[in-house]
T-cell receptor, first 114, second 114 residues
Framework: AQTVTQSQPEMSVQEAETVTLSCTYD???????LFWYKQPPSRQMILVIR??????QNATENRFSVNFQKAAKSFSLKISDSQLGDAAMYFC???????????FGTGTKLQVIP | DAEITQSPRHKITETGRQVTLACHQT?????MFWYRQDLGHGLRLIHY???????NKGEVSDGYSVSRSNTEDLPLTLESAASSQTSVYFC?????????????FGEGSWLTVV
């Protein structure tokens, strides 16, 4: 079974600053995938970034990047140049390669301060 | 564009009534999922299906059922609604195989049981 832990229920960041959201996971699989989803007040789940465990290079998507530490089972999300539109709930998630089920963390609510 | 739609988006029902939430996707994805989202719990898997006539229980399946008669639809039925089932429900889908490692969500269905 996979578990995903987000230990920061809430975070805040000044507009234009950088913030890092933490996530740890546990899995016995060697083939797995990790994701960050954003959920704005509209409740729509939006994929922010994904990381294949077999890739050593950290994934990046514009202002969003991850720090994937495989040995430590850590998968943090860094948001650079934070914008007001980044305010949302962020969920870390994992999926094993052999199965289609996705396991989610409990989420981190990000507040962006103007 | 392909999409995944849920209906109704909002519903209020009484304790003991049967309720069905519809989910329809036009991506022709084999895999479909139902999650519920509650404060402090993130998203928890209720039921999932890997194809027509296939259904499986997730971690919080008690009181819920699904059926998969075609590729496009996975309706979720609450047999006898309880107040504990007041939640936001998300349907999701993904492809099978190596490309099926990203899950796409519907916009959610808000269910209130009074």
């Amino acid at each position: 079974a996979q578990t995903v832990t987000q230990s920061q229920p809430e975070m805040s960041v000044q507009e234009a600053e950088t913030v890092t959201l933490s996530c740890t996971y546990d899995t016995s699989e060697s083939d797995y995938y990790l994701f960050w989803y954003k959920q704005p007040p509209s409740r729509q789940m939006i994929l922010v970034i994904r990381q294949e465990a077999y890739k050593q290079q950290n994934a990046t998507e514009n202002r969003f990047s991850v720090n994937f530490q495989k040995a430590a089972k850590s998968f943090s999300l860094k948001i650079s140049d934070s914008q007001l539109g980044d305010a949302a709930m962020y969920f870390c998630a994992s999926k094993s390669g052999g199965y289609q089920k996705v396991t989610f963390g409990t989420g981190t609510k990000l507040q962006v301060i103007p | 564009d392909a999409e995944i739609t849920q209906s109704p988006r909002h519903k209020i029902t009484e304790t003991g009534r049967q309720v069905t939430l519809a989910c329809h996707q036009t991506w022709n994805h084999n895999n479909m999922f139902w999650y519920r989202q509650d404060l402090g719990h993130g998203l928890r898997l209720i039921h999932y299906s890997y194809g027509v006539q296939d259904t499986n229980k997730g971690e919080v399946s008690d009181g819920y059922s699904v059926s998969r008669s075609n590729t496009e639809d996975l309706p979720l039925t609450l047999e006898s609604a309880a107040s504990s089932q007041t939640s936001v429900y998300f349907c999701a889908s993904s492809e099978s195989g190596g490309a099926g490692n990203t899950i796409y969500f519907g916009e959610g269905s808000w269910l209130t049981v009074v």
